[in-house]
């Protein structure tokens, strides 16, 4: 058994272009940047994590840039000399030094799973409790054009079987126009594709139970995180009201969280990120809560590149509660691979890859090439 204590830490950031801009309620992003977290054991094994965050600080305070700092100065200290599955106690010991911050924990502690993994000879999921499937369907993301454009958009990916669930995002217009354009969006596609929105916490209380029944009425399927992270009595609020589930994102980062958003019935989905929640464990955690109150999962995504989704990707993989698909399609928003094999998208699903650990191998002229200098 080779030398599973960590010699060395290395961050890496990217920026990686897009293949058209993504838009939210308060971002937009042309390209993405993604931080690499390498960790060397000195029995010569190398795991990676990535840290990745949506457009920006604004989804949760954190940053590539604060990631890097954060891994550099506090956590390498701290990892140096510990063994790579030692993973519940590392990470208690980086949350004493540093609160919060769980993207930059999250690329650790996926970095330790997969050195983990790697030196062991199996994959990241039979260290999750192993397979409850090999894939999973794939929400597309549409842009913010007219309805006409996104409508065609859908249609024409539909039709070559790409994707068969659509997502809008919502909540950078004023609710009446915003309403009007993904209703007829809804329409359009009635009987032939599921549509969701996400208002990324955009709404108050008043505006979401003004205007959330109407997207019910035209067909969407599913309303994700309305109002504030912090605000659970409203997410209740709305989501007894509505016809429809009410998935929460921004509401659910920790096991303490979805103990609150089960009790409060607050939430009918649970939206999984192995980015907001610090890694893989507490992702299992959140859904062993979920399954617990017979709530059904998601694979949330916060645009990160192969690495990332790969993680994500083994974490649903290894869940029986994700039963309500994911969104794992950041390398499809991203202009190159960044791995040596691509990912295998296939009939609306992503297909998870065989071999050690994460089971995905970086390619590293298109790691040069998109490193920032
Ligand atoms: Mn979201």
């Known amino acids: 058994m080779s030398d599973l204590r960590i010699e060395r830490v290395e961050a890496v950031l990217l920026d990686v272009p897009l293949r058209r801009p993504h838009r939210f309620a ?7 940047p993604i931080m690499l977290v390498f960790l060397h054991t000195q029995g010569g094994v190398t ?21 890097a700092l954060i891994v550099e100065r ?23 030094a540093v609160a919060n911050n769980l993207f930059a924990k999250a690329a650790v502690e996926v970095a330790m799973h997969d050195a983990w993994a790697r030196s062991l000879g199996v994959p990241v999921h039979t260290l999750l409790g192993g397979l409850a499937r090999t894939n999973i369907p794939v929400t597309w993301a549409l842009g913010t054009e007219t309805a006409e454009v996104v409508a065609d958009e859908a249609l ?33 596609l009635a009987g032939s594709a599921g549509v969701r929105v996400d208002i990324n916490a955009r709404w108050d209380r ?14 969407v399927e599913l309303i994700e995180q309305p109002v504030p992270g912090p605000e659970f009595e409203d997410l209740a609020e709305i989501n007894h009201a509505l016809p429809i589930p009410v998935m929460a994102d921004e509401s659910l980062r920790t096991p ?15 939206s999984l990120k192995t980015t907001k929640s610090g890694g893989l464990r507490a992702t299992r955690a959140i859904a062993e809560i979920a399954a617990a109150a017979n709530i ?19 974490a649903a993989c290894a869940t029986p509660a994700v039963t309500w698909g994911s969104e794992l399609f950041g390398p499809l928003l991203m202009r190159e691979e960044l791995l040596a094999t691509p990912l295998h998208y296939a009939d609306g699903e992503l297909h998870l890859p065989e071999g050690p650990g994460l089971g ?6 298109a790691v040069a090439r998109f490193r920032r200098s």
């Open 26 to 32: 308060r971002a937009s992003m042309d390209a993405q």
């Open 47 to 67: 795991g990676v994590g990535e840290g990745v965050v949506p457009a920006g600080p604004w989804w949760g305070g954190e940053s590539v840039e604060t990631m």
């Open 74 to 96: 506090y956590f390498t200290p701290i990892l140096l000399g510990r063994r790579v599955e030692d993973i519940d106690a590392t990470m208690t010991a980086l949350t004493d």
């Open 156 to 188: 024409a990916k539909l039709d070559a079987g790409l994707h068969h669930s659509f997502k809008l995002k919502m909540g950078s217009q004023s609710p009446a126009d915003d309403v009007a354009r993904v209703a007829a969006v809804a329409e359009k």
């Open 206 to 219: 008043p505006t979401s139970l003004t205007w959330l029944p109407r997207l019910a009425e035209a067909g």
């Open 256 to 270: 303490a969280d979805a103990l609150r958003l089960a009790r409060h019935r607050a939430a009918d989905i649970f």
């Open 296 to 314: 059904p999962c998601h694979g949330g995504t916060s645009i990160e590149g192969p690495i990332g989704t790969t993680a994500s990707l083994h």
């Open 360 to 365: 995905v191998e970086l390619d590293p002229a």
